[in-house]
């Protein structure tokens, strides 16, 4: 295992202050592992709180900032933080206007988010849930009830970001957190697994001409294994499957997302079959990106999130962000 | 090999015809593979070209918009561009106040540039030329006479482009990108080779515990082959480097550029040892990029690129930035 990395166990704690030492725009508390906005809570508007476990950046993060999140709370490599995190989290952002917790569907995370938002209740603090489950591959999987959350949560904290940034109540911001969830669909591919550093070796073998289809972004098992086949026909494969679960209209929001160890370069390639792939179905992306959003450690291998927008959730999408994963206009 | 690609000898075209669909700020002409802003020349402002083999992207393509670069010219993957490409773009940028071209050192890009720029002179066009050449690593290598430019093209784009930006001559810019050039240095660590899709295997083989220390972009052999260590360590081999031909003090603008497969978890956590490395010499990181901007396909590993800076260079490095592959504060 060739990882740039120190100890094992270390993993999180150095990487968090990494992030520290690269963004003054983030208040790292490496610790506890919480990641905040340096400018602290903002007073009036609704706090937005996420997390998970590790190995997924820029998730969750790099997109604490202006139009964001304004707390993460990251756990283990690929584990569940715990709920003391989400508990400190919610009160060092709560600015008076109550809390959202941001939550993939996940059991651990479920769990762990949900006994935090009790625990916050009891002392008096407002805190609602969405759940991000955007995962058409499989219905159940090993970390899941229900659906995985995956790339839509990068949508969800964008567009409810900025929407408590634009100062509306708690309710709202929830709402529409969960509109962008249920607009939203992702499928995954995976070329060659990563590998957790506590394990040492790829989380699953592929063999040399051999692809999974649905990959969840732990690695777990997909659909189908299938053999390696050009760029247009996996982009088809999947958008086929994202257009079944919900058919693609009007205007789309997509995201073409390295799992950690594909080239940019290649993720261009696939986008751009994205898009001949919604003209056909008389749809049109009007906005992307195109990049490494959602990882997982270093997996090669692509997913596709699909959104689709209408003017309110394009407005929301073009409002200024200032994170260090995401970033435009202000 | 399994690559996001179609036809192996359509990556390129492929890949601009992706980021045409994705960046409605681009004009891309994917026939003669000229990349331009969308809103055309300058009108009075310095143009800005540059270009080089694919494969590292996002450099440059990624690097045109508002702020830095008003062309590119990507050639094959690894292979110079033509003077035909450059030609083109130079006309295409020219706003009445000279062209500037930044080029890598490598052979091929050294000889198409310096004949494209030679042609567009005899036409009366007023072009300048900047050489990148920042790799501490070798003194001559493969693809090159002398250092080869790695990293610090992406300063060099930034800064002089902020420069043309705010209305200097073209002398000025040029002396600008010589001066970000001179203060800064690179050096590269692979940890596993990229494969070249039309070579369809591995540019170079390593051991299971094996690293090549220097590395170039594109796989060119670096200085020795090591056993592999801990992120802390190579980390203080790539910085000694670098320290050593140019010593570290004041305040450093410093990318922790990954190579295309290591995920963005293990370049903060070298950053992390960066910052250290740092302040252990009495100097300051004060601005920084962690992510992939010079990228060698799918290679594993990262390089180090810093710039000694001052006030001058600081404000250069903040001025607004609007392209696909790197933004900020407009």
Not at 269 to 278: C, F, M, Q, S, T
Request: proline fraction near 5%; aromatic fraction near 6%.
């Amino acid at each position: 295992m060739k990882k740039l990395i120190n100890a094992v166990g270390d993993v999180v704690p150095d990487t968090l202050r990494g992030m520290a030492a690269a963004h003054p725009s983030l208040r790292v508390d490496v610790e506890n592992r919480i990641v905040l906005r340096a400018s602290g809570p903002t007073s009036g508007k609704v706090g937005l709180v996420s997390g998970g476990g590790s190995g997924h950046e820029p998730l969750h993060a790099g997109f604490v900032g202006f139009g964001m999140l304004d707390a993460a709370c990251p756990g283990e490599v690929f584990t569940s933080p715990v709920p003391d995190q989400m508990i400190e989290a919610t009160k060092a952002v709560d600015g008076g206007a109550g809390v959202l917790h941001i939550v993939k569907n996940y059991t651990g995370d479920v769990l762990n988010f949900e006994m935090a938002a009790e625990l916050c209740a009891d002392e008096g603090a407002r805190v609602l849930s969405v759940l991000v489950d955007d995962d058409v591959a499989v219905r159940d999987s090993t970390y899941t009830a229900g659906r995985r959350g995956t790339g839509a949560t990068v949508f969800v904290e964008k567009m409810a970001g900025a929407l408590a940034e634009q100062g509306a109540p708690l309710e709202a911001v929830a709402a529409m957190a969960r509109t962008v969830d249920d607009r939203s669909r992702s499928f995954g591919v995976a070329f060659s697994a990563g590998t957790v550093p506590a394990a040492g070796k790829p989380t699953f073998d592929l063999g040399p001409a051999e692809i999974e289809l649905g990959i969840g972004i732990h690695g777990e098992p997909g659909r189908s294994r299938e053999r390696f086949r050009e760029a247009r026909e996996l982009v088809r494969l999947a958008m086929d499957a994202l257009n079944t679960d919900l058919p693609f209209s009007g205007d789309v929001l997509v995201m073409v997302n390295g799992m950690g160890a594909t080239p940019l370069m290649e993720l261009y390639v696939a986008y751009g079959e994205v898009d001949a792939y919604l003209r056909e179905k008389g749809a049109t992306a009007t906005r992307c990106l195109v990049g490494n959003y959602v990882t997982s450690l270093d997996m090669a291998g692509f997913s596709i999130t699909t959104c689709l927008l209408d003017a309110e959730l394009t407005s929301l999408w073009d409002h200024p962000v200032e994170t260090p994963g995401l970033r435009w206009g202000r």
